[in-house]
């Protein structure tokens, strides 16, 4: 099952420390003891750190929307106890949001001297070095030869009070023939104000349900190349990027140029895709003032090979695990919003292993949070570059399965197999004057038309049935299945119909008057399209998105 939905990207913070020779001041913030940091100790030990961790955006003019430089022990320590930026330190540097994970981290030793110091020896590590896999890496180079395209805000122009800016921008129909992106890399203009962007793919009329992500940077991030082959851009494809800004230095004279510069090539070499295997953002809530876990299981139906992941949660997200056949593959403790990148992966997945996304979530406030599109709700993903590139490598682990038995209005049954819905907003033609002809078929396609044609990225639904047809009697027989993260629909429901009758029309679409099972005006409707025996009909009754199933006996 995919599903795409909008992520945050790391924003590379402050980390600095203060020394333990200062005396014992009042409480701070977080409740720990404040003191006066040391001086001597920061020139000798910890100004270095700070300029080599921090200095990217927190430098002598700060970029990537950091309000303030962090170089001089004056800024760091001024202002009243506990209310210093010194103050909150041993916290972050504790609990592991700072740095973020997309830079080298202090060592543990490190972490526990910084923390022991900033806090006066009050402050605890409840974090180690971080991610079990390290960061995905790509050539600092692009490869020779390669066009390029460009996708730019074109002097886009910031006010000085915007500090949560996004800006949505499209570029439809980028080529005339399929490619492949080798590489994306991020072009950055005005770096004093971009906290992050990202690029998806899909129809903008509906939304960022309907859009699949391509790529997405932050500092530190950089370029993501493929190490041979891409992922496929097609004519008609709408491209969009979104731009994070944050003016935090309140400056009035932002003109931003910022985007994304595509490397392409003719096809050729390993396709890769981008999925979501897990709980998405969809079915669970996290109870007020509790611990919760929520996690999916899939069951992986074609090997695969994951090349790198991005895991995502929203801010009271904790810990993201990743387990393959309960063994673990990779875990990030210490959440952090503002920490999200990809990880090099290299793992191979065979059909038969249980693949488990895993995300814990803290909820300290006194109502609840939901699964939903937000910031203020939660998401559970794990976006992940697999191939070859196969949409639907892996279906829901304890979810039933289509099970099709023939009905009572078939005669002679055959066996079926299982097809896979594709979906569309364009129904197709039928042939008006197609005259349907004598056979007995299983069904090979299923195309579903409704106006959320994103359906197949939140739902599985399969289809296995069977038409026969002679001199206008037509007998028809099959079920559909439906596995959606919505009340009901979690474990999967199958949905069976078997019917037989007359056609109304000998030639064109038809509906017919029904004998089995009960006598009445059938639901379906029968002819043919470009050719091809087909069926129609509304697929789960009354949903708040009309769904129209055509089904097609090749």
């Known amino acids: ?43 000798a030990e910890v100004a270095g750190l700070v300029a080599e961790r921090c200095g990217t955006c927190h430098g002598a003019e700060p970029t990537f929307g950091a309000p303030f430089p962090l170089l001089e022990y004056a800024a760091l320590v001024a202002g009243d106890a506990g209310e210093r930026i010194v103050d909150r330190m041993h916290v972050r540097v504790g609990e592991g949001s700072m740095p973020p994970t997309g830079v080298p981290w202090p060592t543990v030793e490190q972490r526990e001297t910084i923390v022991d110091w900033a806090s006066c020896g009050t402050g605890v590590v409840t974090v180690g070095e971080g991610a079990t896999r390290p960061p995905f890496s790509s050539p600092g180079e692009p490869p020779a030869g390669l066009e390029t395209i460009d996708l730019l805000a074109e002097n886009f122009e910031l006010g000085p009070n ?19 992106i080798r590489r994306f890399e991020p072009v950055v203009d005005d770096a004093r104000v971009i906290h992050h962007f990202t690029l998806r793919r899909g129809d903008p009329r ?88 929520v996690q999916d299981t899939c069951i992986v139906n074609e090997d695969v090979t994951v090349l790198a992941a991005a895991p995502h949660m929203h801010e009271i997200g904790r810990d993201f695990e990743v387990l393959v056949d309960g063994e673990q593959q990779l875990a990030l403790e210490a959440w952090d919003f503002d920490s999200q990148i990809f990880y090099d992966m290299p793992l191979e997945l065979r059909a038969g292993q249980e693949l488990t996304i895993r995300c814990t979530f803290r909820n300290d406030e006194s109502s609840d949070v939901f699964a ?42 055959r066996a079926a197999e299982t097809v896979f819905a594709t979906s569309t907003e364009t129904a197709p033609s039928w042939d008006a004057e197609g005259v349907l002809p004598s056979f007995h078929r299983s069904a090979t396609r299923l195309l579903l038309v409704t106006s959320f044609p994103a359906i197949t990225t939140v739902a599985d639904i399969t289809f296995a049935g069977q038409v026969r047809h002679e001199e206008g009697f037509v007998e028809l027989d099959g079920a559909a299945h439906i596995i959606a993260p919505l009340d009901g629909l979690e474990e999967g429901v199958q949905l069976p119909f078997s019917a037989a009758g007359t ?52």
């Open 503 to 554: 056609l109304r029309a000998s030639a064109g679409p038809s509906t017919f008057d029904a004998t089995c099972p009960a006598p009445g005006e059938s639901a379906y409707t029968v002819g043919t399209i470009e050719g091809v025996p087909a069926i129609s009909f509304a697929l789960g009754g009354e949903t708040a998105v009309p769904i129209t199933a055509f089904v097609y006996f090749d």
């Open 162 to 180: 915007e500090i949560d800016r996004y800006v949505d921008i499209d570029f439809p129909n980028l080529t005339d023939e399929d490619v492949f």
């Open 206 to 293: 509906f939304g960022d349900a309907g859009m699949q992500y391509l790529y997405a940077w932050a500092p530190g991030t950089g370029a993501f190349e493929f190490p041979e082959g891409g992922t496929r851009l097609s004519p008609g494809d709408n491209i969009r990027l979104q731009i994070h800004y944050n003016n935090g230095g309140r400056f009035d004279d932002v003109s931003d140029s910022s985007g994304v510069r595509l490397y392409v090539a003719p096809p050729g070499g390993t396709e890769h895709l981008m999925v979501d295997p897990g709980p998405g953002a969809f079915g669970f809530r996290i109870p007020a003032r509790s611990v919760e876990t």
């Open 372 to 413: 939903g599109p937000r910031t203020q709700d939660e998401m559970c993903y794990l976006f992940t570059y697999v191939f070859p590139a196969v949409e639907d490598f892996c279906r829901p682990a304890g979810a039933s399965e289509l099970d099709y038995m023939p009905g009572v209005c078939i005669d002679d049954p």
């Open 1 to 43: 099952m995919r599903r795409f939905l909008p992520f945050a990207l790391p924003l590379l913070s402050l980390l600095v420390a203060c020394g333990d020779d200062g005396p014992a001041g009042p409480r701070g913030m977080d409740g720990g003891v404040t003191c006066v940091p040391s001086e001597t100790t920061w020139n």
